[in-house]
C-alpha cells in the first residue's frame, strides 16, 4: 500500500509502535554479523521453540546490535509496563528460563546487563516502562557512559527488516516535513546550519557538498552512498545498515529531493552480505510503499535507488575511482577537477556522501540543525562513530561526541588492556591514519586535534595497541595493504609503496641499516605530496607517525636486530625467549630435558642466565605473558623448570660438570680488564659475560656478602640464602673475583677506576627510599622498607610491636607485610589506588592475604601519629577517589576531604627507592631528576667514555631479569668496544635437538610447584614455593608449543612476479 | 567569459586562453615541464606526477598536464623541492622494470633516457625490481616488451581514443599493472588489432617497438604531434 | 583424486545473468560476481570473459581489466572448501599473520601468489586473507567455509583445517 499522505504515516506508526510495545512480552535478538558471529541465530531458534513449546503469545523478532560486542549476543525483552532489559551473553540453554520467566509474568534477572526505561529516538520518544532498580540502567555501564547515540539511535532496539517500526519511532516524517518544506533552499540551510561534516574521513561540510549538486544544471543528477567501507578494524558502516538501513534510505531520500537528484546508487562492500540482504528487502519496502520510484509520499518527487556490490577495491572509496567503478571499469581515479558535482557518474553531476553523513540527516531534519550544532565542539559537531577493538576489555561500536578525549574512550569507554598489558598506542583512520602515542591520550577527538598529531579521523576505525604490538610492523602492515590496494595509476604511489615496503620489510627481517631509514623519510613527504589520490596521498601517515612518536622501536630493529613486541619473526626465537629480558632460549632447554639431556640444558640456561635457581624463584616471568600454550589452557611454567634444573645441579654431581663445561666454553684471556661496581644480579651478570669473554674482571661491592637486593632485600621465604651462595659459587668458580667493603666514593673512586681498567660496569642499584614527604616520618618507628627488609636479611629484625602498618603496594612493600607477619605481627597494607593497579606480583599479593594481611586501597598517608614520648600510635590516612586516567592508564588518586586513623605501633614506607645521586654527581656522570643514570640505549655508556652502567641504576627500581639484561647487553657492547667485534655469540654454544612442534598439545594440565600452606608458613622464613620434580618438570617440558620451529612454507607472496603467463 | 587569463609561470607573467592546462601554456612559452603519460592529441590522465608544479596558495601540487588556469594564477615548475621529487619519482620508474638502455632498440629515441639526462638522473638509489616479463613477439610487425613499459598508457589512449580499437587495457593492479592486448591474449592472436602501429608511435620507451630493430635503430615518427592530430581528423 | 568439475558456463547460464542487469551503472561488476558464484570452482574461465564482453559490447581487454583488477574475482579455478584469513588490522595486531603459515603447512606446504591466496593442486582447498570482514570485535576471525569463527587461535585453526581434509579423505575412499 503506498503511503499517501501524513494520516497514512501516522496509521503505520500506530501499527509500529504496537509492535514495539507489544500488547503481550517482546524479545529482539540482536541479529547483527557480529551477534550471529557469536551464535544469534541459534538463540533465536532456541527461543523460538521455546516459546512455541510454551504456547506463550509473544512477539520474538530480529534487531540490530546495540554496539557492545565483547558481549554478544544480545537480547533485549520488554513486558508492559516495565523497563527495556538487554541480556547480555546468552546462550541458547538460557532459552527456557527467559521464557519460563516471562510466562510468569517477571522479567529474567540472570545475565541481565543493564534496562532502558525511556529512550529518544531522536526522532521520536518512547516510554517503556519503570522499576527494576536492581538492574544497572543502560547509561551506568561504563562501556555506555559518554556515550551519545545520534547515528545509533534505533539500533539494537528496532527490527531492521521492518519499515513499520521505523515510522513507529519517528521515521521518513524527517522525510515528509522536507518535502513540505517551501524551498529547497530551506532544507540545505538546515543542514548547513548543523555544520555535519562528511564521516567518511575527510570532513567536507555536507550542506556545501550539496548545494553544488543543487546548483549544477543537468538532466539528471546522481546520489551515490558510499558504503564501501574498506579501512580494516572499521565496521560501523557495516552495523548501520544491518541494524537500521532505513535511516541511510531516508537520508538520501532527503539529499537526493534538495539537490534535485532522481537516481540514488548505494555502493556497498560485497564482504558485507547481510548489509546486502537488509538493504535489499529495505529498498523493496520502500518501492511497495510509495518511498521510491514516482510521487513519492504523494509528491511530484521521484527517486530510484539502485544497489551496487563492490568486489574488493579500496582505492573505490575515492570517489572519482568508484565512479569509474559503478561505469564498469577498473576502479582507477581521475585528476580533480573536474569534482563529481559538476562531472561525476556518466558525466552528470553527482554527489557522494558516506554512510553516516546520511544517517544523521533525518535526525537534523527532525530536531533541526541548531540542535545538532549544539552537540560536539565549535568545527566539529555531531558525534561520531567508533569502532573501538583491538586490546581493550571492552570492543565494540561507541558513538561520542566530537572532542570526546581518547583516554576516555580508552580506558574509560573500552575498560583498558583486558590483561593489564602495557597499552602503547592507537591507531586511528585505518590505512589513510596514524598510530597516537598513549601519551598523546589527553588529545580530543576532532577532524582538526587528529589531524595535528599527523592521524586521521577517517571512518573511526580505532584499533588499541599494547606492549604485544610492534609498531614498524604495524607500519609495514598498513603499508602492504595500501600497496597491496594501490590501483597503479600513478607512479609515487604504485613504484613508491613497493619500495617503502621493501625497506620496511627490510627492517622488519632485520637487514637494514639506518640509511634505510633515510630512505623511507626522504620517500614518505613525496608519495603524500604527489600522489594522485587520497589513497596515495594519506598511505604515508602510518610510517609518518611511527617514525615521529616510535623511533625508538626502529632504532632497536636495526640497531639489535630484535623486535621487543616479539611480532617480526626473524628477529626472535619464539614468543618467551623474546620476552625474557634475558632471552633464554626456553623452547631449547624445554626440548632437551624432553630428550633426557639434563647436563646440556643446565649449560645451556647457564650461558643464558648466570643466576638460574634466583630467577626461577623470584623472576617475574614475562615468558608466560606470550607463551601460546595459554590460548589453549595455560601458559607453560618455564620458569619453574630452570629452579627445578638449578636446584638438581646444586644438589648432585651436575654442578661439577656445567662448571667444567663453563670453564671449557671460556675464550681466551684477552689481558683486558674490567671494572664491575656492585654484586648485585646486574653487576654480577656482567661480571659472567664479561669473564666467559676472555676479560679479567674485579668486582667492586660495598657490603660484606655478594647478592644486592637478592641478598639484602629480599625475604628468605622466597629466595632461600643458600641457592644464592650455590649460585655465586659458580660464578667466582669460574673467575668472577669480587672485593668486598668497597663503596664508591668512599675509598674507591671512579677516576681510579678509569686509570686502572680498560672498562667500568656501574651497577650500584637503588638503595634510597623514597620519602613520602610526611611529618612524623622520621620517627624511630617509621621504617624505610629497604632499610627493615636489610636489617632482617641481616638477622637483626627491628622490634615491630603487634599493630604494622605498611605503605605501598609494591613488591618492597608486600615483601614487608610479610616479613612482619613471620617476625609475629599483624599487618595492614594501605595503598593510596585499587587493587588492580598494584605492582606487586598478584601471586604474592595472594599469599600475603592467605597470611592474614589486611588490605585496604584509595587511602594515601597524611601523617604520622605520635604519643608525647614520640613514639609512633598511629598513622593518619586520608581517602582518595579515582580521578582522570594518567598515562599509564591508571586513574590518578585524588585526595577527598574524609580523613581516618589506622591505630598501629611500627610503620613500613614502601614508597619507591631511587639511587644515590652524590657518587654519581661527583664522578661527573650524567643523571636524571630521579638521580638514575642516563645511558646510551644500547652500548649502556654514560656521559664519561668507557664507563658502562646497568641494572636499577639506570633503569630504577625494576625486577631481577630486567636488571640483568642490561648487565647482558652492557657486557656485550663492552666486549664489543673492547675487541672492535662482536663476539657474544662465540660463547653462547648452540645445542642441536629435535625441531619438530607437536601438532596437539602435550603434557597435559600446567604443573605447578607445591605451596607450604599458610598456617606451616607465616611464622617462619622456610621456602614457602617448594618446586618442581623430575616427574613435573618433564611433563611440564612435553606442554611446549615449540613456537621456535618456524614454518616452512613462504607465508608472504614473492615479491615480484615472474614471467607473464 | 573573459577573453584572456593572465598569469605567471616562474614569475614570468603571460596570458593565456581560457580553458587551457598549465603545461599547454608553459609549451606555448618555452618553459619546459617534464612529463611522461602526457601525449598531446590524447586525453590527460595525470598519472606520471612529473610534471607536478606549485600553485602560490594551492596547499596541494598540480598536474599541469591537467590543471586549467586561472586568472592571476603564480605558478613554479621548478622549485628544489618539485626537482627532487621529480628525480625521485624517475629514479622509482627506472628501478620498476628493466631499462638498461645499452640492450634497448629505443636507446638514443626515448623519452625516458632524455628525462634522465634533463632531470640529472645519474644513478638509481633503490634496487632494480628486473621482473622478467616475457616479451610478446607474437605480433608481425611489432614487439610488446613488457619489461620497458612505464605504464604511461599512452598506447591505451591511442588506441581507444585515436584508432577506436580498445585493444589494449591495463591487468592487475599497483605494482602488478601489465599493459595487456585483448584477453591477455597474444597480440599476434588479437582479433580486434588493425595493426596501425599509432601505439608503437605513441610509446615514449622501447616497450611498443617495431620488428626487426637492432639496439637504438627504433626511431619514431618525427613530431608525433601534428600527425596524430591529422589522424583523429580524418580517422574516427 | 576427485575429478575437478571444471567446464564454462553455457550461454543460457550466462545469458541468464546479464539479462537481469539491463542498466548500465555498475552492470560489470553485479554480472561478473554473479557469474563467479554460479561457477562451482567460483572463478570466470576465460570463455566466460569472452561471453560477456561480446554480449556487453566492451572490449576484451575493458571486462579483462575490470575482471583482474577486482580482488573479488578469480580467474582461476577455487577449492571446493575456502578458508579465509581475516588481514583485518583488528585481527592483525592480535596475531592473525601466524594463521596463514599454519593453514598452509596444513594443506601441505604451497606458498600464496600476489594477492595472498593458495589453491591445493586438487582444488580441495583454497586459503585467501580477505580485506576485513569487520567482525574486528571477535578478533583475530578466520570464515571456514563461510562460517565465521572468531577468537580463533593457529592451532585450532590448523585443527579444524585438519578435519576438513581428513573428512575430504574419508569421502574420497568411500566413493572410489
Not at chain 1, 646440556?600 to 635457581?613: G, V, Y
Not at chain 1, 645521586?917 to 638514575?932: C, E, L, S, W, Y
Not at chain 2, 612529463?35 to 596541494?60: D, I, N, Q, T
Amino acid at each position: 500500500m503506498k503511503i499517501q499522505h501524513l494520516d497514512a504515516l501516522n496509521d503505520i506508526r500506530e501499527t509500529g509502535l504496537n509492535k514495539l510495545l507489544h500488547s503481550g512480552p517482546r524479545i529482539g535478538v540482536g541479529m547483527g554479523t557480529c551477534g550471529i558471529g557469536n551464535g544469534a541465530h541459534a538463540v533465536y531458534e532456541a527461543l523460538k521453540e521455546a516459546l512455541q513449546k510454551r504456547g506463550l503469545d509473544a512477539y520474538l523478532g530480529p534487531v540490530g546490535c546495540f554496539g557492545y560486542c565483547a558481549v554478544e549476543p544480545l537480547v533485549n525483552v520488554y513486558l508492559p509496563g516495565q523497563p527495556l532489559v538487554i541480556f547480555s551473553e546468552v546462550k541458547p540453554e538460557d532459552a527456557e528460563y527467559l521464557v519460563e520467566e516471562l510466562a510468569a509474568g517477571r522479567m529474567p534477572t540472570r545475565k541481565a546487563l543493564c534496562r532502558i526505561e525511556e529512550w529518544d529516538f531522536l526522532t521520536g520518544e518512547v516510554t517503556f516502562g519503570h522499576g527494576l532498580p536492581d538492574i544497572p540502567r543502560w547509561d551506568e555501564l561504563p562501556f555506555f557512559r559518554g556515550q551519545k547515540k545520534i547515528v545509533l539511535r534505533n539500533c539494537g532496539l528496532i527490527n531492521p527488516e521492518d519499515l513499520e517500526e521505523y515510522i513507529a519511532i519517528g521515521g521518513y516524517f524527517g522525510l515528509w516535513q522536507a518535502l513540505n518544506m517551501p524551498s529547497t533552499d530551506e532544507i540545505i540551510e538546515e543542514v548547513k546550519k548543523s555544520k555535519l561534516r562528511g564521516r567518511g574521513g575527510a570532513g567536507y561540510p555536507t550542506g556545501v557538498k550539496w548545494s553544488l549538486l543543487q546548483k549544477a544544471k543537468a538532466d539528471r543528477k546522481y546520489m551515490v552512498c558510499n558504503a564501501d567501507e574498506g579501512d580494516p578494524g572499521a565496521y560501523m558502516n557495516r552495523n548501520e545498515i544491518e541494524s537500521d538501513p532505513h535511516m541511510l534510505l531516508e537520508g538520501m531520500m532527503i539529499g537526493a529531493y534538495a539537490t534535485g537528484a532522481t537516481e540514488g546508487i548505494v555502493y556497498l562492500r560485497a564482504e558485507y552480505p547481510l548489509a546486502v540482504q537488509r538493504l535489499e528487502k529495505a529498498v523493496a519496502a520502500c518501492r511497495e510503499a510509495g518511498l521510491l520510484g514516482e510521487g513519492i509520499l504523494g509528491t511530484e518527487f521521484a527517486f530510484n535507488l539502485q544497489l551496487v556490490e563492490g568486489a574488493g577495491a579500496f582505492v573505490c572509496g575515492e570517489e572519482t575511482a568508484m565512479v569509474a567503478s559503478l561505469e564498469g571499469k577498473a576502479g582507477r581515479p581521475q585528476p580533480r577537477p573536474p569534482y563529481p558535482a559538476e562531472s561525476g557518474l556518466w558525466g552528470k553531476p553527482t554527489n557522494i556522501n558516506n554512510v553516516e553523513t546520511w544517517c544523521n540527516v533525518p535526525v537534523i531534519l527532525a530536531r533541526g540543525g541548531a540542535w545538532f550544532a549544539e552537540v560536539g565542539t565549535r568545527n566539529s559537531a555531531g558525534t561520531k562513530v567508533f569502532s573501538l577493538v583491538g586490546k581493550v576489555q571492552n570492543t565494540g561500536l561507541v558513538e561520542l561526541p566530537l572532542g570526546t578525549p581518547l583516554k576516555d574512550i580508552v580506558y574509560g569507554i573500552g575498560g583498558g588492556s583486558p590483561d593489564g598489558k602495557r597499552i602503547k598506542a592507537i591507531q586511528t583512520g585505518g590505512p589513510s591514519g596514524g598510530c597516537i602515542p598513549a601519551l598523546h591520550f589527553d588529545t580530543p577527538v576532532d577532524y582538526e586535534a587528529l589531524a595535528e598529531l599527523g592521524a586521521i579521523m577517517g571512518s573511526g576505525g580505532m584499533v588499541v595497541m599494547d606492549e604485544d604490538n610492534c609498531m614498524v610492523d604495524v607500519a609495514r602492515y598498513f603499508l602492504e595493504f595500501t600497496h597491496s590496494e594501490s590501483c597503479g595509476k600513478c607512479i609515487p604511489c604504485r613504484v613508491g609503496l613497493d619500495e617503502s615496503v621493501r625497506l620496511l620489510r627490510k627492517i622488519c627481517d632485520g637487514e637494514a641499516d639506518m640509511s634505510d631509514v633515510e630512505k623511507l623519510e626522504e620517500l614518505m613527504p613525496m608519495i603524500r605530496d604527489m600522489s594522485l589520490c587520497g589513497l596515495g596521498q594519506t598511505a604515508p601517515n602510518p610510517v609518518l607517525t611511527t617514525l615521529r612518536y616510535f623511533r625508538d622501536e626502529y632504532d632497536e630493529h636495526i640497531r639489535t636486530r630484535r623486535c621487543k613486541a616479539g611480532v617480526c619473526e626473524n628477529l626472535y626465537l619464539s614468543p618467551c625467549e623474546n620476552s625474557c629480558p634475558l632471552n633464554m632460549r626456553i623452547p631449547g632447554y624445554l626440548q632437551l630435558i624432553k630428550e633426557d639431556r639434563l647436563e646440556d640444558a643446565a649449560e645451556m640456561i647457564w650461558l643464558d642466565n648466570p643466576l638460574p635457581a634466583s630467577t626461577g624463584r623470584i623472576c617475574q616471568h614475562p615468558c608466560e605473558n606470550r607463551c601460546r600454550r595459554a590460548d589453549e589452557d595455560e601458559a607453560v611454567n618455564m620458569r619453574e623448570v630452570h629452579r627445578y634444573v638449578a636446584d638438581m645441579a646444586f644438589e648432585s654431581d651436575l654442578q661439577r660438570r656445567v662448571r667444567e663445561r663453563l670453564m671449557k666454553g671460556k675464550l681466551p684471556e684477552t689481558h683486558k680488564r674490567v671494572a664491575v661496581v656492585g654484586a648485585g644480579p646486574s653487576g654480577l651478570t656482567a661480571a659472567f659475560y664479561l669473564t666467559m669473554l676472555g676479560h679479567n674482571v674485579m668486582v667492586f661491592e660495598e657490603r660484606e656478602e655478594a647478592g644486592g637486593m637478592l641478598r639484602y632485600s629480599l625475604p628468605e621465604y622466597r629466595l632461600p640464602r643458600q641457592v644464592l651462595m650455590e649460585e655465586l659459587a659458580v660464578l667466582e668458580h669460574i673467575g668472577v673475583n669480587i672485593t668486598y667493603r668497597q663503596r664508591l666514593g668512599s675509598g674507591l673512586s671512579l677516576d681510579s677506576l678509569t686509570e686502572e681498567y680498560d672498562a667500568v660496569f656501574l651497577a650500584t642499584g637503588t638503595w634510597n627510599e623514597t620519602q613520602a614527604g610526611i611529618t612524623g616520618e622520621d620517627a624511630p618507628d617509621v621504617w624505610h622498607a629497604i632499610d627493615f627488609l636489610e636489617q632482617v636479611a641481616r638477622n637483626h629484625p627491628p622490634p615491630l610491636g603487634e599493630r604494622v602498618v605498611v605503605i605501598g603496594g609494591g613488591n618492597a612493600a608486600v615483601d614487608s607485610a610479610r616479613t612482619a607477619i613471620r617476625l609475629g605481627a599483624s599487618v595492614t597494607i594501605a595503598y593510596r589506588r585499587e587493587r588492580r593497579d598494584m605492582p606487586a606480583i598478584a601471586e604474592e599479593v595472594r599469599e600475603a592475604e592467605e597470611e592474614g594481611a589486611e588490605l585496604i586501597f584509595l587511602s594515601s598517608p597524611q601523617r604520622v601519629v605520635l604519643d608525647e614520648r614520640g613514639r609512633v600510635t598511629g598513622i593518619e590516612l586520608r581517602r582518595t577517589k579515582l580521578g582522570d586516567f594518567d598515562a599509564s592508564g591508571r586513574r590518578t588518586p585524588v585526595s577527598t576531604n574524609e580523613f581516618f586513623t589506622l591505630p598501629c605501633d611500627a610503620i613500613i614506607m614502601a614508597v619507591g627507592e631511587k639511587p644515590e645521586p652524590d657518587p654519581m654527581r661527583r664522578a661527573g656522570i650524567q643523571i636524571r631528576k630521579n638521580f638514575t643514570v642516563v645511558v646510551d640505549g644500547i652500548t649502556y655508556e654514560t656521559n664519561v667514555k668507557g664507563v658502562h652502567a646497568g641494572g636499577d641504576l639506570v633503569t630504577g627500581a625494576s625486577n631481577v631479569s630486567a636488571t640483568m639484561s642490561t648487565g647482558k647487553a652492557a657486557a656485550r657492547a663492552m666486549d664489543r668496544i673492547l675487541m672492535g667485534e662482536d663476539r657474544m655469540d662465540r660463547i653462547l654454544k648452540t645445542f642441536t635437538y629435535q625441531n619438530v612442534a607437536p601438532r596437539e598439545p602435550e603434557g597435559g594440565e600446567r604443573n605447578t610447584s607445591p605451596v607450604r600452606k599458610p598456617g606451616e608458613r607465616k611464622d617462619n622464613f622456610d621456602e614457602v614455593m617448594l618446586g618442581l620434580v623430575a616427574e613435573t618438570a618433564l611433563q611440564e617440558s612435553r606442554r611446549c608449543l615449540r613456537c621456535d620451529v618456524k614454518q616452512q612454507c613462504a607465508s608472504r607472496a614473492p615479491e615480484t612476479e615472474g614471467a607473464l603467463s | 567569459m573573459k577573453e584572456s587569463i593572465k598569469l605567471t609561470i616562474n614569475e614570468q607573467a603571460l596570458t593565456a586562453k581560457p580553458g587551457q592546462t598549465i603545461l599547454d601554456v608553459a609549451w606555448a612559452n618555452d618553459i619546459d615541464i617534464p612529463r611522461l603519460c602526457y601525449l598531446k592529441g590524447l586525453s590527460g590522465v595525470g598519472a606520471c606526477r612529473l610534471c607536478m608544479v606549485e600553485v602560490r596558495g594551492v596547499p596541494r601540487l598540480l598536474a599541469a598536464c591537467v590543471a586549467r588556469v586561472t586568472d592571476g594564477m603564480e605558478v613554479i615548475t621548478d622549485s628544489p623541492k618539485l626537482k627532487s621529487y621529480r628525480k625521485m619519482v624517475l629514479e622509482l620508474l627506472l628501478a620498476e622494470r628493466n631499462h638498461i638502455c645499452a640492450f634497448c632498440v629505443a636507446s638514443g629515441n626515448c623519452e625516458l633516457q632524455d628525462l634522465a639526462q634533463s632531470l640529472g638522473v645519474t644513478h638509481v638509489r633503490y634496487p632494480y625490481r628486473f621482473p622478467n616479463f616475457k616479451v610478446d613477439a607474437s605480433h608481425d610487425r611489432f614487439v610488446h616488451d613488457p619489461n620497458r613499459c612505464v605504464l604511461c598508457t599512452r598506447c591505451l589512449r591511442t588506441c581507444e581514443e585515436i584508432e577506436g580499437a580498445r585493444t589494449w587495457n591495463v591487468r592487475g593492479r599497483g605494482i602488478h599493472s601489465v599493459m595487456i592486448t585483448d584477453l591477455n591474449q597474444p597480440w599476434g592472436e588479437s582479433p580486434t588489432c588493425t595493426t596501425c602501429g599509432k601505439c608503437v608511435q605513441a610509446c615514449p620507451t622501447g616497450a611498443l617497438v617495431e620488428k626487426g630493430r637492432a639496439t637504438g635503430e627504433m626511431t619514431r615518427t618525427g613530431n608525433l604531434l601534428p600527425k596524430l592530430t591529422s589522424m583523429r581528423e580524418s580517422g574516427r | 583424486m576427485i575429478q575437478v568439475e571444471n567446464t564454462p558456463l553455457t550461454p543460457e547460464q550466462v545469458d541468464e545473468v546479464i539479462d537481469r542487469f539491463p542498466g548500465e551503472t555498475g552492470d560489470v561488476l553485479s554480472i561478473l560476481e554473479e557469474l563467479q558464484e554460479k561457477h562451482p570452482l567460483k572463478y570466470l574461465p576465460r570463455e566466460t570473459l569472452e561471453y560477456v564482453a561480446d554480449r556487453k559490447g566492451l572490449s576484451p581487454s575493458r571486462v579483462y581489466s575490470v575482471a583482474t583488477f577486482y580482488s573479488f574475482f578469480n580467474l582461476e579455478p577455487q577449492g571446493r572448501h575456502s578458508v579465509m584469513i581475516c588481514r583485518g588490522t583488528a585481527c592483525h595486531t592480535r596475531g592473525s599473520n601466524l594463521l596463514m603459515s599454519g593453514v598452509l603447512a596444513e594443506a601441505g606446504g604451497g606458498a600464496p601468489d600476489e594477492d595472498g591466496s593458495y589453491t591445493t593442486p586438487d582444488h580441495q582447498l583454497t586459503v585467501r586473507t580477505v580485506a576485513c570482514f569487520g567482525q574486528c570485535a571477535l578478533a583475530p576471525v578466520v570464515g571456514v567455509n563461510h562460517e565465521i569463527y572468531g577468537r580463533i587461535s593457529d592451532m585450532k585453526l590448523r585443527r579444524i583445517v585438519r578435519e576438513l581434509i581428513q573428512k575430504e579423505k574419508q569421502h574420497e575412499d568411500s566413493t572410489s
